[in-house]
């Protein structure tokens, strides 16, 4: 984090800072008592706007404290806030409320603000440097990404730009689940490829192994390497071997398909190593210390009879204990560990790392937050930790072209890949497409949809803002004029409105990422660039209005810089989800 980004205060951290040193000087008066907790003031604005700039709550939290009326209380505020040349007018509104409307002056210097900033703009301190591990993708390693994992991907890897942009330590994992049979299928399937590049006739692909073209080039390099020593030999001789290099092959392929999407991992943790380590058995033996694994027989599944269920012990986790409708098994009969079972190790692992945790999961995995939360807090609390835990759900993609479903299917090898969808309409429009809707709704690709140049298309309609900044600096620049602030004092009441949506991105930024919603920041844009292009359109029927005004070079200088440092939030804020900030259309 650069030093003007820890030094700068921006304009509504500024009066949050305003409104706290009035409140301590009310102690200092004895209006309020000592040591009053102000930790419930806030300083936000108002949900309408026609009520002004900025509101605070102060006087509503602190009148219990007070022992006073929260209007009395909010007047000796006013009376405070009224001295402050920044504010224009300070008025008290219903119970209590205090609404406060800024002068131009305060808004012109968040300008210059956003201009000594640049790329710093937003960056806040509020993280602490908190370490928190991200934990998105986790595919199994069984082939190529493929849309159904890319939603999950991107809104995962905009959050920990989010996050560390408002000052957190993120570490960015990807968990490879390669200790699984799925595991043992890849590696039957590799070797039948490789008997194939060797000169056997495989035929039809049998069911239960993956078709994909994809482990063809597998195949053939495991022959070059390998020669023909495991063409007829058992199974029991090669499978480890082709499990170890199928994984690896994948793992090349799975990271390069991220990289066209611009996501790149800090740790790679294998369930195979973590095994192989001991760590579910020290999990298993710490839970069981403390009485939350206990060997039991579940219950037989809905429909199964005596007949055709076979009562076995397993060791369970009290999950009954955190909410859940019916202790979980931890181990399978075979002695196997159950997905929880291995994600309870995992987690505590990178709790050894991290302050916090955020796991980007499918809704398909709804049902197992509860219970992984509620242990991975009891192993934690058995370490002397607390550790926030945070599950983030997103659900599918339906893949559309021109409205008709395009079919996706891992095992029968015909889905599409992620790799050709970002080929075909680009890396930006995939990854804003992902954060246009709450990452647990549902969600429609439409191919042709997202190539439309319309309102309807929020990436374009984020980027023509851009675009259309650039084109007028440009313009600006054949006619001899720059952008420039020395005429700012120009700026009218439309200009001001423009810049009050942008001056709201440090804020913006701070929400988001205490909600760990990366989607808020694409809903933002698209509200920028329709103010943007609101004022933008003033000029078809008003040419006093147009960034370039005819025979006015300073008050078309001081717009300019005002595009210009638009330009410069959208393009902060498209760094966050990704996404390039284009010069031209």
């Known amino acids: 984090m650069s030093d003007k980004a820890v030094k700068n205060t921006t304009l509504h951290a500024a009066f949050a800072e305003k409104v706290d040193a009035i409140l301590a000087a009310l102690e200092a008066e004895a209006v309020l008592p000592a040591g009053t907790n102000r930790a419930n003031v806030a300083v936000e604005p108002p949900r309408d706007p026609s009520h002004g700039d900025l509101a605070t709550n102060a006087a509503m939290v602190l009148a219990k404290q007070a022992k006073s009326n929260p209007r009395e209380l909010a007047g000796k505020i006013v009376e405070k806030l009224s001295a402050d040349p920044a504010v224009e007018s300070a008025e008290i509104a219903g119970p209590g409320f205090i609404n406060m409307r800024l002068a131009d002056s305060a808004w012109l210097d968040e300008l210059s603000a956003i201009a000594a ?27 190529p990404m493929h849309m159904g994992h890319c939603r ?24 490879v689940n390669d200790a699984g049979g799925q595991v043992d299928v890849l590696a039957r399937s590799a070797h039948l490829r490789y008997r194939e590049a060797l ?18 080039p597998v195949g053939q390099a495991l022959a070059e390497s390998l020669g023909d020593r495991y063409k007829d030999a058992p199974e029991a001789e090669w499978l480890e071997i082709f499990r170890k290099e199928a994984v690896a092959k ?33 999990a298993e033996q710490w839970l069981r210390e403390h009485d939350l694994v206990y060997d039991g027989v579940l219950e037989a599944p809905k ?34 560990w159950t997905y ?35 242990a991975v807090a009891a192993l934690a609390e ?42 075909e309409v680009g890396k930006d429009v995939v990854r804003f497409t992902m954060l246009t809707r709450k990452p647990d709704s549902q969600m429609e690709f439409d191919f042709q949809k997202v190539k439309e140049t319309s309102r309807d298309n929020p990436v374009f309609y984020v980027q023509y803002a851009s675009a259309r900044i650039h084109r007028n600096i440009r313009k600006g620049a054949e006619e001899g004029i720059t ?82 440092q638009i330009g410069q939030v959208i393009r902060n804020g498209l760094a966050l989800l990704g996404v390039d900030a284009v010069e031209e259309m």
């Open 483 to 564: 952008p420039s602030p020395e005429a700012l004092d120009q700026l009218g009441s439309e200009e001001l409105d423009l810049l009050k949506v942008a001056a709201q991105f440090p804020r913006m930024v701070e929400t988001a990422a205490t909600a760990a919603e990366p989607h808020r920041i694409a809903y933002y844009l698209d509200e920028l660039a329709s103010a943007f292009h609101a004022f933008y359109n003033l000029g078809n029927d008003r040419p006093e209005k147009r960034f370039i005004v005819a025979q006015n070079p300073q008050l078309s200088a001081a717009r300019l810089f005002l595009a210009a």
């Open 303 to 336: 429909g199964k009879t005596l007949e055709d269920w076979e009562a076995v012990e397993l060791p369970l986790f009290r999950s009954t204990k955190f909410g859940d409708d019916q202790d979980r098994p931890i181990k399978k009969a075979d002695g196997k």
């Open 250 to 282: 994948m793992m090349e392929l799975i990271k390069a398909d991220l990289a066209v999407l611009g996501i790149h991992h800090d740790v790679f943790a294998s369930e195979a190593e973590l095994q192989a380590a001991g760590k579910p058995e020290a």
């Open 340 to 374: 929880f079972g291995a994600d309870l190790a995992y987690h505590l692992q990178k709790a050894d790392a991290a302050d916090a945790l955020v796991n980007i999961w499918g809704t398909d995995h709804a049902g197992t937050v509860k219970r992984i939360k509620a």
């Open 199 to 216: 000169g056997d006739t495989i035929g039809t692909i049998p069911d239960g192994l993956y078709p994909g073209d994809y482990l063809i």
């Open 117 to 143: 900033l640049g790329a710093d703009y937003g960056r806040s301190t509020m993280g602490g440097d908190t370490r928190v591990n991200v934990e998105y993708v986790s595919a199994n390693p069984t082939g």
């Open 152 to 175: 999950g991907a991107v809104v995962g890897d905009a959050l920990a730009a989010l996050m560390e942009f408002s000052g957190h330590t993120v570490i960015r994992e990807y968990y």
């Open 382 to 423: 058995g370490q002397d930790k607390k550790i926030p835990f945070d599950v983030k759900l997103v659900n599918m993609v339906k893949l559309l072209r021109g409205g008709e479903p395009v079919k996706m299917s891992k095992r029968s090898g015909s889905f599409v890949t992620l790799a050709e969808v970002v080929e």
